[in-house]
């Protein structure tokens, strides 16, 4: 779990100094308090989440929740900006005549393993309009959803269904820093772009559980066994920016089942 930050110096302070020092002098390494605060308040999820099993980063989640580490603020802003707006958002003022569910969390055994529950916590679901949408932070726009969103907008999707609603679209209202715009579609398994809706993920729960066991596995195995998966579980293009490199490189690419007692970051400065 996260313990702390690596202040400019390279030094490595925890969350509870890190906020100490900062209430005294408003800020730490110019980041100030609210933000240190709302960066550094992790509360990882019992199980693997939906939007877990749904990233391509599983070999970076499993350190995650394995290791103790310490991370630069800057490579926590990204997710402290999802964050925001999404608390933004939930106090949003619709509509008296619009009936929206919003901020729902649902669970679900699968239909065919009974032994994994999945959760996720929906961003919107219109009821009259039978339209799920999901919020994403971006650096840019895409033009069709991403395979890892429409993954968890599946997971949605299924949540929905397995409760009793009624789900005829999905979208990703996709925000960037200075524009934002709802995107329906996605690429196809037969490369076509179509309606999101229409991709296997939704219309086949076959298809759909056999994707979440997969990531369920992996994952639960890491969280409870300390299996590591191995690099081509995770992004290559995030590496420089990930605060756990420094176990990463220490554990084969193709994976390992590590003890996480052999791992401390302070011991590798």
């Excluded at 907008?153 to 709802?182: F, K």
Aim: glycine fraction near 6%; charge should be negative.
């Amino acid at each position: 779990m996260l313990k702390g930050i690596v202040r400019e110096d390279g030094s490595l302070q925890d969350t509870a100094s890190v906020l100490g020092e900062a209430a005294v002098f408003g800020q730490v390494d110019g980041y100030p308090l609210p933000i240190l605060a709302q960066m550094l308040n992790v509360r990882p999820p019992i199980g693997p989440s939906a939007s877990q099993i749904a990233s391509i980063t599983w070999r970076r989640i499993v350190l995650e929740r394995i290791l103790d580490y310490y991370a630069h603020p800057r490579a926590l802003t990204a997710m402290l900006r999802g964050t925001l707006i999404h608390k933004g958002l939930q106090g949003t003022s619709f509509p008296s005549h619009v009936k929206v569910v919003t901020e729902r969390r649902l669970r679900s055994t699968l239909l065919h393993r009974k032994d994994i529950t999945i959760s996720g916590q929906i961003d919107v679901y219109y009821p009259a309009h039978h339209r799920l949408e999901d919020y994403k932070t971006c650096g840019t726009i895409p033009s069709v959803i991403s395979d890892e969103h429409l993954v968890q907008l599946a997971v949605y999707y299924w949540l929905l269904c397995w409760a009793g609603y009624t789900v005829d679209s999905v979208a990703i209202d996709y925000i960037a820093w200075d524009d934002m715009r709802q995107v329906s579609h996605a690429v196809m398994p037969d490369k076509s772009i179509q309606k999101a809706v229409a991709h296997p993920y939704f219309q086949d729960v076959e298809a759909f559980e056999k994707l979440i066991i997969e990531g369920w596995e992996v994952l639960n195995s890491g969280f409870v066994d300390y299996v590591v998966p191995g690099m081509d579980s995770c992004n290559n293009n995030w590496c420089r920016y990930c605060p756990l490199k420094w176990a990463c490189d220490r554990i084969a690419v193709e994976g390992a089942v590590i003890t996480p007692a052999d791992f401390v970051q302070e011991d590798y400065r």
